[in-house]
Every structure is written in C-alpha cells, then in structure tokens.
RNA sequence: GCUGUUAUGGCUCAGUAGGUAGAGCACGUCCUUGGUAAGGACGAGGUCCCGGGUUCAAGUCCCGGUAACAGCUCCA
C-alpha cells in the first residue's frame, strides 16, 4: 500500500498495517507523540487499520485535533471515574472544547468541588490501569439495545436525533462504554496530566426547557509545566478583570438599592466616558454625522410600528398597563424609529441623501437576571448610534465609510488586534424571530457578503445571529474569562424604511425607498469601557486618562509651587491633580502609581530653585529634571498622536 | 430565568462548638518636613444584606427575598 504523508512524500506499508505502526515506521519518536490521525481528510484512532493507497497525516498535542482527542479521550476517563463512584450516574454529552473538556451527567445527588479530589483520584487510577480504547462500529438495534441496558436514557435521545444511515460506534475502555464518534486515543495510559477544574449546572441539550444536568469542567495536557502555565494564565487573567479593578480604581460601583445592572459612574469612571464621547462625536461630525437628541421613552404606539413590540417587547421596560385601559409607554431599547421619525418630518431629496443622523443614546433593556455583568452586561447603557437612510447605490460606499471610522477608533484605542469579525445571518428555520421575506434575506446578505469580500475583512458566518430586520457585521471581542462579547455592530435594514414608509425623491420626481444602515462607532460605553479596563489593567494610554498628571509636593515648602504648576497644566488642558498631603514622597508616588497616574512631578526645594520639575512616569519611573514647557510639550505631543506608549 | 457559591466597619477578609464581634488597609487628630512604591502614636467607626422561623439565646441553624460571582440559556 502506498500512504502519502503531508510533506508530499510517500511510504510503502503493508496492507492492513495499524497507524501507529505506520508512525513507527516513519519513526520512534512520532510514534510516542503521535494520538490520532487524518486518513485520507477523516480523523481516525492509531489503531485503525490501512487498506488502500491513502493519505496520512499524524497528529500529535500541537495539532488543534489531536489536542482535541486527548482531552475528548480524558472527559471519557472523567465519565468512567464518575460511573464507578455513582453508578447511578446517566451520561449526557462529553466533548473537548477550546481550553479542554467538560462532560455532562445526571446526578442522583448535587456534588461539589468538595468530591472533586475522589473523582480525581479514581481518575488517576483509570489512567494508571491504562485500559485499551476499543472502536466498534455497531447498528443502531445494537446501539440502543446496549444503551437501554445500562439505562442511559440520554444516549438512547442521541442515538434517535442521529440520522438514518449513519455509522453508530461505540467507544470502551475497561468496563465503560460510550456511545461517540471519536477518535480517541489508543489507550487511558496516554493521559499525563489532567486537573478538574469547575462544576456547574447545564441543559440538557442547551435548552432551557430541559433538565438542568451537572456539568463538569476540566483541562488536560501532555505536560505538566504547560498545565500549571496555563492555570497561571487563567489566575493572571483575572487579576484584570474589569469587574475586579473596575471598582478598585472607582471607575463604577453598583448598590442594591438601584438594582441590577445598573452601574453608577463614579467621578473617574464619568471622565472617561466624556473624553470616549468627546472623541467620538468630534470624530463622527468630521465625517459627516448630524446629531439628534430624542426622548428616552415613547408609547407603546411607536415601537408596535417599528415592530419591537412583536419581536422585543419582553425585552423591554414598560411602563403602565394596557390591560388597564392605561396610556402605555416603553423606554427605548434602541434609537432606530426616533431617528426615522427624524427622518420623515418632512419629503426627502436624493439630494439630502446619505442623511446620517448620529446619537449618543441612553437605551434600557430588561435582560435576565442572571445575565448582569460588570459593564458588560447591563439593563442602562449609552451607544454611540447612528441611522444612515441612503439609496440602495450608496449602501456599499456608505458601508466601507462607517468601517473606517471604526477602524480608526480601534486604532485609537489600541484594540484593533483584539477583535474579530461575524457576519451574522437569518436562520430561515426560525421565521418567528425576523421579518419574513426570504428574497429580501438573501438579496441583503449576498450585498453585505459582497462587500465584507471586497473589503478583504476576515470574518466567520453565524446563522440565526442577524437582527429581527436585516443581517449585521459584528465585532466580537472575549473578555478575561473568555467569553465573547458584541463591541460593535453595523446592520444593513431591509425592512423598517417600509414600516415607517419612509421615501425620498428621486431625480426623475419619483417615490422612492431608501436602505437604511444601523451602526454603532464605538459601541456601548459601557462595554467598551470593560473592555479599555481590562486591555490595559486599568492603565489606560494617556489620551484617555481621567488624571494624566499628579504634581506632589516634596515638603510643605513647595505646596505654593505646586499648585502654581498644577494651574498652568489645567490652562494648557492637561487633566492634573495636586498631592500636598503631609505624607513622605514615597508614599504619595506608590498611591499614584496604584492610581495608574500615567505622570507625576515631583517638586522640592531644589525644584521650586531652579524652575524645573521633577518628572517620574508610571512605566519607566524617574525621568530626572526639565523645564515645565518641556514636560508640557511631551505630553501635549503624546495626547495628539493617540500614542499607546506610556 | 435555571444550577451552584457567596453576603460581617469605606475596602479585603477572620469569627472556633449558637452565648450581642476582630485584623490589615482606608479614615480623623497629633508628632514627623521626609527625595522616587507603605514614617510613628493615638482615635473614631459595625442595623453582622433584608424579612420571617427555631431557641432561654442567632453573625452562626432553617425558610423566603435582594444583590454579587461562576456556568447554562438569552442578548433585537
């Protein structure tokens, strides 16, 4: 039999010969790294055996799948473990996923981490014995036949929900059976470390409406300085969360007394925001955007038009009962048919076209209690929103314009590298969830997928992400405990114009229907602000510091010189604050330092002497003596240039 | 919303076995006037998240609520 391996060369083996005897022809040590292979493009166990002229490709821990295999194959010895220690214990699901593997039960009784050590510890065990992996490929009568006899009910659902024809296998390993495609390793010896790392509570199936069932977490690898690097990884992580530090550096508190998911600005968190919305408008009026100013709420009236009562209204705050006979109102959950009311009062030309309104809009949504997070996640947020009614000609230039103002912000805030790209589309099978007119779908996809080609953006499709009313570019960005989060979303509506009958005249005097863009700039400030926080651990880049520079007295000598400085740096426009506190300068410089104070100058005697700071910044601390124009002048030039340096 | 964990001075946390509470930091006063990440002394400060229950007695045990955290689900 002729294989031919991924560097293009070929080897000659017997028919019939196993893998990872094949990789031990090739040589001794891929034979000892090697878990699993891809056989002529389908991922196969080592054992599997050669029976025509194929291709071959081993794979080892480098390799996503292989990694994958391994820990698929440690979440199997996890379930065994847990089957010997409750045998009562029914099988869920167990796959491998991005940073290792989890695996789902339905446990007679709730366990906690306190019984993680016993699994662990029969974990070890399993692996020690290193049982063989065996592969058989069975009928579906035999499939549930096994599965009804260890009365594995949710293996019998999934072996009902696979389709006709498809090849069934079961997986064992000792005196554990699993129902699994595979592949997995050749043996439970292969695992070399591994640690349990969570338990939580999950859906069977991920549905809501189904039995919530145990879930538990775990990593695997092949070494143990990797694993330990990464827990560490994980630890460090952490220590930037913006939910942690957030509070610690007074950006934003939260009180019970006002309720979920709804932070409160302290007066360094309120600067930010103003400088990010400073940035953001003066940036957005260079452009081209006017802006409006509309109410927070309106009647119920308005968004039954808009259709966000049909689609949205349990996401909605509502005020009044219409049961009731009352006058219902809403706040908003987005700015849209503000905008559009905007729009219509009074007959549009193409000449007014592109009309670009922009707003820095307060909207409320009543999300789930239990999905508040931070400034991630909240019920009150402020987006930097936009409508662009143009014709259905300028959609593609108006598309590529809002990109680079988005890009440009990115840059400015030094996160372009940090996010990704989803085009999100309808799901056809869930017609209750979006306006129903396929041809209208598939005309604003095939646009937006033609334009996202041209500008060469790298994305990954989503069906069934799109908004209720047309297809959206997302900018998807994972925060510290790496879960994915929409920055920013630009949405190209098919639809609403039409329910707001919103036209424009064309050059020949007709009637016609204009396309209408969603976008936001920046996002929401609030989640943006999450994001700043834990990008730079609270050290944000100088442009956007609530303080840029702390001026402290080395004696109450100096406290008149100070404050001298202090003033002149507020008349240049630079954000300072003056430390004359009766406190040693050491201890004043680790206070400014803990602040993440990007400057802090430093005047004594010698100083206040001869006319010059002493300048010491966060990162590279002391910088030595200069004029007060010169340190001006640096830091002036380092505002302007947006520099992410300091 | 669901599963689990948690809730004690402004903050971070102790609190043993049910017997009305402690530390460090922060804060205030005083001493100290110090040269690039914590000088010293003294002092003030607590409805132990809220509401019920058990008990002679509840921060501690039980029930309900609220909020925070992790996961699931959701996110126009």
Request: include cysteine; hydrophobic fraction near 35%.
């Amino acid at each position: 039999m002729k294989v031919t391996l991924k560097d293009g060369s070929q080897i000659t083996v017997e028919k019939g010969a196993r893998i990872i005897d094949v990789a031990a022809q090739i040589s001794e040590g891929l034979a000892r790294v090697a878990l699993i292979a891809r056989l002529n493009g389908t991922l196969v166990d080592l054992t599997r055996e050669i029976t025509e002229d194929s291709t071959l490709e081993i794979l080892t821990f480098k390799d996503e799948e292989g990694r994958n295999a391994y820990r698929h194959t440690c979440a199997h010895v996890l379930a065994q473990a847990v089957k010997n220690l409750y045998p009562e214990a029914k099988l869920a699901i167990g796959p491998a996923i991005k940073t290792g593997f989890y695996y789902d039960f339905d446990l007679p009784s709730s366990i906690t981490m306190d019984d993680i050590p016993r699994i662990e510890k029969e974990m070890e065990s399993i692996i020690k014995a290193d049982f063989p992996i065996e592969r058989s490929v069975v009928t579906r009568k035999q499939a549930v036949t096994k599965m009804r006899g260890f009365g594995e009910i949710y293996k019998l659902q999934l072996i009902e929900d696979l389709p006709r024809g498809a090849e069934i296998t079961l997986y064992s390993q000792g005196n554990y059976v699993d129902l699994c495609a595979g592949p997995h390793l050749m043996s439970t010896g292969k695992i070399k470390c591994f640690k349990l790392t969570q338990i939580t509570g999950a859906y069977w199936k991920g549905n809501e409406q189904n039995k919530m069932l145990t879930r538990i977490y775990g990593t695997a690898f092949e070494k143990k300085s990797e694993m330990t690097e990464y827990l560490q990884a994980v630890e460090d992580a952490k220590k930037r969360d913006h939910n942690k530090i957030g509070r610690e550096l007074e950006i934003f508190m939260t009180d019970e007394l006002v309720g979920q998911g709804l932070p409160l600005f302290m007066p360094k968190g309120a600067k930010l925001l103003q400088i990010l919305q400073r940035f953001v408008e003066d940036e957005e009026e260079r452009r081209g955007y006017m802006f409006t100013k509309t109410p927070l709420m309106a009647k119920s009236d308005l968004y039954k038009v808009s259709g966000h009562w049909e689609h949205y209204k349990d996401g909605m705050f509502v005020l009044g009962d219409e049961a009731m006979d009352d006058e219902v109102y809403a706040l908003r959950p987005m700015t849209c048919p503000f905008q559009y009311l905007i729009y219509k009062n009074g007959i549009k030309s193409y000449r007014d076209l592109p009309c670009r309104y922009s707003e820095t809009s307060t909207l409320f949504r009543n999300e789930a209690s239990g999905e508040m997070h931070g400034l991630t996640r909240v019920r009150q947020f402020t987006l930097s929103d936009a409508h662009i009614v143009c014709t259905p000609e300028q959609v593609e230039d108006e598309f590529k314009r809002i990109l680079d103002l988005i890009l440009y912000i990115e840059d400015c805030l030094g996160i372009r590298n940090e996010i990704s790209y989803r085009f999100s589309k309808w799901d056809p099978k869930k017609k209750s969830k979006y306006i129903n007119n396929p041809k209208g779908w598939n005309d604003t996809q095939a646009l937006m997928k033609k334009i996202l080609d041209d500008i060469g953006l790298d994305y990954v499709e989503a069906d069934g992400e799109a908004a209720f009313y047309g297809p959206k570019l997302d900018l998807q960005a994972s925060n510290v405990w790496g879960k994915e989060d929409t920055i920013i979303t630009i949405q190209i509506d098919f639809g609403l114009a039409e329910r707001f009958d919103m036209t424009y005249i064309d050059e020949n005097g007709a009637k016609q229907r204009p396309m209408i863009i969603h976008r936001s700039s920046i996002g929401s400030y609030e989640r943006t602000i999450a994001m700043l926080i834990e990008k730079y651990a609270g050290a944000f880049p100088l442009w956007m510091s609530p303080t840029q520079v702390k001026v402290m007295a080395l004696t109450d000598r100096t406290t008149e010189k100070c404050t001298e400085v202090a003033d002149a740096l507020k008349k240049q426009g630079i954000r300072t604050e003056v430390d004359l506190r009766n406190e040693k300068i050491g201890f004043k410089i680790r206070e400014a330092q803990l602040d993440k104070v990007p400057y802090m100058l430093i005047i004594g005697d010698k100083e206040a002497e001869a006319g010059l700071v002493s300048v010491r910044s966060r990162k590279s601390g002391d910088l030595g003596t200069m004029t007060l124009d010169a340190f001006c002048e640096r830091v002036k030039k380092e505002i302007e240039s947006f520099s992410l340096e300091n």
